[in-house]
């Protein structure tokens, strides 16, 4: 059974950083895509970052683009997402998902492997 661990959340001012780790354990797959989605109250989960296995491929929404940054550390099976310049509109639980393969996706219902989410709060 694969289990992703979401840390890193809390409460930051505008401006702040946070630095999100995802730990992937127990993975049976060769080769796997990370995706990290938010979740505001009352919103649909949206998309807001990826990356391949390789790292050569990794992608992020409009609204984050310039501002994280989305990395791997595949001796250590986590993926990390670096927010920076954090907004209030950035307020929400952060998922990681794994995606089985190398085929990169930004639609949420494609990734069949999700953690427990972690919260992240932007104070204006």
């Known amino acids: 059974q694969v289990q992703l661990v979401e840390s890193g959340g809390g409460l930051v001012q505008a401006g702040g950083s946070l630095r999100l780790s995802c730990a992937v354990t127990?993975?049976?797959?060769?080769?796997?895509?990370i995706g990290w989605f938010r979740q505001a109250p009352g919103k649909e989960r949206e998309f807001v970052a990826l990356?391949?296995?390789?790292?050569?491929?990794?992608d992020y929404s409009d609204s984050v683009r310039g501002r994280f940054t989305i990395s791997r550390d595949n001796a250590k099976n986590t993926v990390y997402l670096e927010m920076n310049n954090l907004k209030p509109e950035d307020t929400a639980v952060y998922y990681c998902?794994?995606?089985?393969?190398?085929?990169?996706?930004?639609?949420?219902?494609?990734?069949?492997?999700w953690g427990q989410g972690t919260q992240v709060a932007v104070s204006s």
């Open positions: 998902a794994a995606r089985s393969g190398t085929i990169v996706s930004m639609d949420h219902l494609d990734y069949g492997y």
């Open positions: 127990r993975f049976i797959f060769r080769s796997y895509v």
């Open positions: 990356i391949n296995w390789s790292g050569d491929n990794i």
